[in-house]
T-cell receptor
């Protein structure tokens, strides 16, 4: 049962334009969502997070939008830079305030920024 | 602070063998979680240890086991290796308790920290 899904395995965007990565989830009990960036043979690096009580969170070039009714979130990167080329993972956690640690990840989207 | 250290970085084993991977969390972190990354499957949760006790377990067979020591270092063991166990194994370190005040949804940036992983190849 894939509770978190990233339906686009890859995305190609021109440098300077907006990159939009999407993520869908099925479990309405998730209370936090996170986006990670990952290079091969390295661990995921945190990008941005959002609580289920919010609908938007912004940090520099990164903005995450959460649509709870659609069980959908998206990561916007503006402007896109060559260094943004990596695999991006969406993750969710349930019960964080009760100490739960388990992150449920999507399958990832490979973002390529073209010069 | 030193980061999360996973050893070894690379490992090649033969089917049927067993393997032990190690994860040293950030100093002061009491929770260690393990994840398996395979192509097309994303990162799958294996288990989490907190204060030497397994608190949560994913849907993996009993061949996958782990433990945590009093200094919070954790080991993961896979017995009777199969070709399908070839993967990148990642551990994540965290304080493990209730996160800092996040009622407004502010950042979890420093809550979880991942190691660089151990690449296991089973031949």
């Amino acid at each position: 049962d894939q509770q978190v899904k990233q339906n686009s395995p890859s995305l190609s965007v021109q440098e300077g334009r907006i990159s939009i990565l999407n993520c869908d989830y099925t479990n309405s009990m998730f209370d936090y969502f996170l986006w990670y960036k990952k290079y091969p043979a390295e661990g995921p690096t945190f990008l941005i997070s959002i609580s289920s009580i919010k609908d938007k969170n912004e940090d520099g070039r990164f903005t995450v939008f959460l649509n709870k009714s659609a069980k959908h979130l998206s990561l916007h990167i503006v402007p896109s830079q060559p260094g943004d080329s990596a695999v991006y993972f969406c993750a969710a956690v349930r019960g964080l305030f009760q100490g739960a640690q388990k992150l449920v990840f999507g399958q990832g989207t490979r973002l390529t920024i073209n010069p | 602070k030193a980061g999360v250290t996973q050893t070894p970085r690379y490992l090649i084993k033969t089917r049927g063998q067993q393997v032990t991977l190690s994860c040293s969390p950030i100093s002061g972190h009491r929770s260690v979680s393990w994840y398996q990354q395979t192509p097309g499957q994303g990162l799958q949760f294996l288990f989490e240890y907190f204060s030497e006790t397994q608190r949560n377990k994913g849907n993996f067979p009993g061949r996958f086991s782990g433990r945590q020591f009093s200094n919070s270092r954790s080991e993961m063991n896979v017995s009777t290796l199969e070709l399908g166990d070839s993967a990148l194994y990642l551990c994540a370190s965290s304080l493990g308790g209730r996160p800092p005040v996040l009622r407004d949804g502010s950042s979890l940036r420093y809550y979880y920290t991942f190691g660089s992983g151990t690449r296991l190849t089973v031949v």
